[in-house]
């Protein structure tokens, strides 16, 4: 058999002993199992190969957007009120 396969059914029945060998959780126990199984694989082979870092995205400068004068509104002009009118 496969040696990965193996460690999982191996985690998974530890799984099982754990809850006090409660049954019907036979499915959770493998998925979590292979959670744990690939999580430790995945880390052993960051430590044995180094970390390998994303290359990094070139950067340019983009020049500073200039102010626009805010467009007119459309529609209906508002109704002058008293507040507002000017008094000489």
Do not use: C
């Not at 995945?42 to 390998?52: A, L, N």
């Amino acid at each position: 058999m496969n040696k990965l396969y193996e460690e999982i059914a191996r985690v998974a029945f530890d799984l099982y002993e754990k809850r006090g060998k409660a049954e019907g959780f036979h499915l959770s126990d493998w998925l979590e199992a292979e959670r744990i199984v690939m999580a430790r694989h995945e880390k052993k082979q960051k430590s044995e190969h180094g970390s390998v870092k994303p290359a990094k995205r070139k950067t340019t400068t983009r020049k500073p957007k200039e102010e626009k004068a805010t467009p007119a509104r459309k529609g209906t002009p508002r109704k002058k009120t008293a507040t507002t009118k000017k008094t000489t």
